[in-house]
Structures are given as C-alpha cells and as structure tokens.
C-alpha cells in the first residue's frame, strides 16, 4: 500500500470506521532515522488506532526506528515480511526474509525489547520454491521463538523474480486453507488473514477460523466495505456517505490552509460511492479538477451526488 494509505487516507478510512486498526505505508528504517520524521511519521490523533509498518532487516536499526515511533504514539510496531518488490529485495526485506527466519525472530525480539507498545509481522505463505505447508509452520515457529504472537499472514505465495509487485497480488493462487490450518497448528498464536477480500459477507466468514481480518486495495476502491464490516462487529462507523464529505471537506480546508493541496486529500476518495447512484460523476468532477491549483473543498460538496446527510 506505499503511496497509499498515507495519513490523508488513513483520516478518511477513520471517518469510516472507527474501530478498525489502521497501517501507514511501509517505512524504511533509514528513513525513519535519517529521513523527514515529521512527515514521514506525523498523524492527526483522530486515526488511532494505528500501528506503523516498518522495512528493514538490520535488529538494531529496527529498534532504533521502533523506539522513534512509539515516541511518535504509535499504539503497534509492525516488521513487514511479505513485499516482494525488486527495490525492496535490494535492501534485503520485505519477502525475502522469509528464506531467514533465524534474521527475522532476532528482529522480532530486538522489536519486543525496544518498545512496550505491541509488535507483529505481515508475511506470506511461502516465497518461491520455499511454498510447503511445513516451511510455512517452521516460519511461523521459528520467528515465534522471539515472543511475537501475532502474524498477519497475506494467503499467497510471493515469486521475488518474474513477477511485478501487481502480479504477485493476483498471480499466485490464494490459499486460505494454509491459513486455517496454521491457526489450528498455532493456536496459541493470533492469526490474521490478508489478501483476496473484497466482500463484506466472505470477508466476516473468514472470521469464524482465524483472529482477525486485514483489508487492503478492497478497502481502498471500495472504502464502504469498512462501514459495512464494522456494522456487522458492532464497532463505531459513519452515518451516511454524505456525512463523510463534510468532514472531510473541512479537513482539507485546514490542509489547504497549511500550504496542501486539494488532490493530496481527494484522491483518497474516488471509491466512496463505487456502486452507488451518481458514482461517475463523483469520480469524473474530482478526478477532472481536483489537481488544479484553486481547486478548494467546495468541489468535495459539488460533486457530492446526495443531500447532506443522506445514506
């Protein structure tokens, strides 16, 4: 989800729902300790829950970056194990990992002992030929060697050559049926399943076998589906679409204000009315003017397709 779920996005998915746990994009720890830490790390209080997702590999580096971002206020430190992007390869994270579990307990157990917040690691079901229900489980008990109990696990397999970052999100056949049984092989561990969920009702079965559900792209083109699901676990959501719009509205006012741009927030918000009545031309009106330079938050009221607080 880099360059997506900044904290522009993670604002607008907070309008949503109010329970869910968000995810910043990927952050490399040398750029967390090196780079604009206010920008890079920065978040309006209203988006906690939230948990920053680290990259990298060194132990010590990602305690470092670990003890910056509890500084920050994050409420969970999270190692991301499961990209396979060639310049993520080249640093030595993200999926290549997998083939190293030993590297990956010693950075969980670095994570522990930096911070008192909760830590956790998102990864696949296997990498290249490394793809067995017994490397999985091997994976998942060696890292677990570190303490670490929660494991957010992506149901397919990465190909770190071959594939682009967008194939190896549709390409590799999903599996939930690996997942399960890890949870049955684990149950002392806490089990979230990522990838392939784009329905509410499939979304919410899954959670009769595993600890919990993440979205991510779904969430994204169709940002309803976290009212919908949070309805359903009796959490805090939005209202109606049109109510969203006015808050956002004045969050990019004040953006603006600060010296933002209109786009920056409204690009967020494209699929807030997928399968809804007047969704092309929500997309059409923001799309068409949300770049220019005058572009205001009046144009989030116009090309609103309801009343103000309709469903």
């Not at 957010?152 to 990465?158: D, E, T, Y």
């Amino acid at each position: 989800m880099m360059d997506w779920t900044d904290r522009h996005c993670r604002f607008f998915h907070r309008q949503l729902n109010g329970g869910a746990l968000l995810y910043t994009e990927m952050v490399t720890t040398g750029a967390v300790i090196h780079g604009d830490r206010d920008y890079l790390l920065g978040f309006d209080p209203a988006e906690h829950p939230i948990a920053l997702q680290l990259g990298g590999s060194d132990p010590d580096d990602l305690a470092r970056a670990a003890r910056i971002g509890a500084d920050y206020g994050y409420d969970e430190i999270n190692l991301n194990v499961g990209c396979p992007s060639e310049r993520v390869q080249k640093g030595s994270f993200g999926a290549c990992l997998m083939k190293e579990p030993e590297l990956v307990r010693d950075c969980m157990a670095a994570l522990r002992e930096a911070v008192q917040v909760p830590v956790t690691v998102k990864t696949r079901i296997g990498v290249d030929e490394h793809d067995s229900v017994e490397f999985l489980h091997e994976f998942v008990a060696t890292v677990a060697e570190s303490g670490v109990d929660t494991f957010i696990l992506h149901a397919r397999k990465a190909w770190l050559k071959g594939l682009s970052p967008k194939q190896n999100r549709e390409i590799p056949a999903l599996a939930y049926d690996r997942v399960h049984a890890l949870k049955a092989a684990f149950p002392e561990l806490r089990i979230v399943l990522n990838g392939g969920l784009v329905e509410t009702g499939p979304a919410l079965a899954e959670l009769t076998r595993v600890d919990g559900i993440m979205l991510g792209r779904a969430a994204y083109q169709n940002p309803w589906i976290l009212v919908e699901i949070g309805q359903a676990l009796g959490l805090p959501v939005a209202e109606s679409r049109s109510a969203v719009v006015e808050v956002m509205a004045d969050y990019a006012a004040d953006h603006i204000a600060r010296g933002g741009r209109l786009q920056q927030v409204a690009r967020h918000m494209l699929g807030l009315y997928h399968g809804r009545p007047g969704a092309k031309r929500w997309r059409q009106l923001l799309s068409q003017n949300m770049h220019r330079p005058d572009a205001g938050p009046e144009l989030l009221g116009k090309a609103c397709p309801e009343p103000a607080h309709a469903g």
